[in-house]
């Protein structure tokens, strides 16, 4: 694996696949615009609570290559973002950046990166940190039957499992204003009981409400 810099931007490139095109963060890409067709009744958007309530700001805890980021932005969310692997945040910070060139309008509700490991960055903090907090953290092999697509299969590579997304989520529970939603693949089991749960063919939501204020 190793990153490269052309005219479409940084990019993760693997040497054993060369007609594979690079792993990029892109805010404004197709990917995004199809995602975002969906609008507030998408499978994410109902997790998130936004076909109820439209604004809210939201943790996205494991960004990874910032796509769920860069969709609830243009759902008209502000977000906020954490990722710890350096290479994942070195894509993220180009992909930034050319949006910012390119169409900055995307990035309004846009409220920075944290580099470093999100489970600590919530602890040291007091609750809310924010109306949800969003949690999508490497599957494993989750049961798979067969080997996922190539770009997740080079995620798998460079990043590995997250080795402790339980703890992260007790955290977030005891941190979000009104709800942690967790993505994990349909097979694997939940990091703790969900209050609901949003399936999907490919994942599924487990939805985690957070006690009304008093």
Do not use: N
């Amino acid at each position: 694996m190793f990153l490269a810099l052309d005219a479409d931007g940084l990019g993760l490139c693997d040497a054993a696949a060369p007609r594979t095109p690079p792993l990029r963060a892109d805010f404004t890409g197709a990917d995004v615009d199809r995602r975002l067709q969906g609008g507030r009744r998408s499978a994410l958007a109902r997790a998130l609570g936004l076909h109820r309530r439209p604004v809210q700001s939201v943790f996205d805890a494991t960004c990874g290559l910032a796509r769920d980021s860069a969709v609830l932005l243009g759902l008209g969310c502000e977000v906020r973002a954490a990722e710890r692997h350096p290479v994942m945040r070195a894509l993220i910070e180009d992909g930034l950046a050319r949006a910012m060139r390119e169409s900055p309008e995307r990035l309004q509700g846009w409220h920075g990166l944290v580099a470093g490991d999100a489970t600590d960055w919530l602890a040291a903090r007091p609750a809310p940190v924010a109306d949800v907090i969003y949690l999508d953290p490497m599957f494993g092999d989750a049961g798979r039957r067969a080997l996922p697509k190539q770009p997740m299969q080079t995620l798998d590579t460079v990043v590995g499992d997250d080795e402790d997304p339980e703890r992260l989520l007790a955290v977030a529970r005891a941190r979000a204003g009104r709800r942690v939603v967790a993505k994990r693949h349909r097979r694997a089991p939940a990091l703790a009981p969900p209050d609901l749960r949003i399936d999907t063919r490919g994942a599924r939501f487990d939805i985690y409400l957070c006690p009304e204020p008093p």
